[in-house]
């Protein structure tokens, strides 16, 4: 389990995850907060599942260059309902099959959008086919187009992932305007309205709050 390319910034050691057999790779530590390594060895994907399974909703974050091993992975744990695999952004649905072959209809995809891509609405398009798609629409300013169709296709049964994390993701609805600012209602509120139905946070804690006396958690 490793977001970057090589394991240099969230473990005490240094390369990429291929240059070393599993039993070398055990022997890092993964480092905490503050950038010390801690107790804890980097986990395997299965590690993970098994940890997680019945507990938390997972996103395959970097796992497209692994999709069918990683499908396989979670289908042998029977968890295709609590995870969503990633697509890599503005890649057609057409693209994911050519190169994966037919996507079972189990299956939750997850594309990014980028509304910045001219082709934004047309790949979005392609997904809507598949009926577990959740779509994680990026975008720098809160002009688009495409942000006012949001609604209608959380209305359709598709899932609408909005990253509250920092301004180029959602045209500055972040989550420093909700907590430091104290404007939830323009920030997380503002997602919400616009269709959200899962928001990625740093600030959990804070959101749950903000959800609960809005009486949607």
Not at 59 to 71: L, W
Not at 84 to 89: E, G, P, R, Y
Not at 122 to 149: E, G, N, R, W
């Amino acid at each position: 389990m490793m977001h970057d390319k090589t394991i240099d910034r969230s473990t005490n050691g240094k390369g990429i995850p291929a240059d070393f057999t599993l039993t070398e790779i055990r022997k890092f530590k993964l480092k905490n907060g503050l950038g010390r390594p801690s107790t804890h060895p980097i986990p395997t994907f299965e590690e993970m599942l098994q940890a997680s399974k019945g507990k938390i909703l997972i996103n395959v974050d970097k796992g497209y260059d692994y999709f069918n091993e990683a499908i396989a992975m979670v289908k042998t744990h029977q968890m295709l309902d609590q995870v969503i695999f990633n697509i890599d952004d503005n890649t057609y649905l057409d693209s994911v099959e050519s190169r994966y072959g037919k996507i079972d209809p189990a299956i939750v995809l997850m594309p990014i959008i980028n509304y910045k891509n001219v082709d934004a609405k047309k790949i979005m398009d392609s997904y809507l086919c598949h009926k577990k798609t959740v779509f994680q629409p990026v975008f720098s300013v809160d002009t688009s187009a495409l942000i006012d169709q949001q609604v209608a296709l959380k209305n359709q049964k598709y899932g609408m992932w909005i990253n509250s994390l920092w301004t180029s993701l959602n045209g500055g609805h972040n989550d420093d305007q909700a907590v430091e600012l104290k404007e939830p209602d323009q920030s997380w509120g503002w997602l919400i309205d616009k269709g959200a139905n899962v928001i990625q946070t740093d600030r959990p804690v804070q959101l749950i709050q903000y959800l609960r006396k809005r009486k949607l958690h």
